[in-house]
């Protein structure tokens, strides 16, 4: 068993920054992958961001340039940071991780981001 907690989410201003964090715990040595997906409103989750633990990253194509993906995997725990924000960011952000020892998908509750003036 995982489990993800993220942090961070908060009221940003448009044209502000922010890091999410996530940090799982339980069997945690055995992530392949951590990463993020967001809901916004009236929206199915959509991928944002993944981490292997091999070191390789990927971002949505159209979130490149403002979201940056990392992985401290001494601390089992990613990152997503986020620079240039936009209404459009509004939502929900999930953290999910890969396990390879039993195969499941794991996600964390979600933090709200809400990008408003």
């Known amino acids: 068993q995982v489990q993800l907690v993220e942090s961070g989410g908060g009221l940003v201003r448009p044209g502000g920054s922010l890091t999410l964090s996530c940090t799982a715990s339980g069997s945690a040595s055995y992530l392949y992958t951590m990463g993020w997906h967001r809901q916004q409103p009236g929206k199915q989750r959509d991928f944002v961001a993944r981490?292997?633990?091999?070191?390789?990253?990927n971002i949505a194509d159209s979130l490149k340039g403002r979201f940056t993906i990392s992985r401290d995997k001494a601390k089992n725990t990613v990152y997503l940071q986020v620079v240039s924000l936009q209404p459009d960011d509004t939502g929900v952000y999930y953290c999910d991780a890969y396990s390879a020892r039993d195969g499941r998908n794991y996600w964390g509750q979600g933090t709200q981001v809400t990008v408003s003036s």
């Open positions: 981490a292997w633990d091999s070191g390789l990253t």
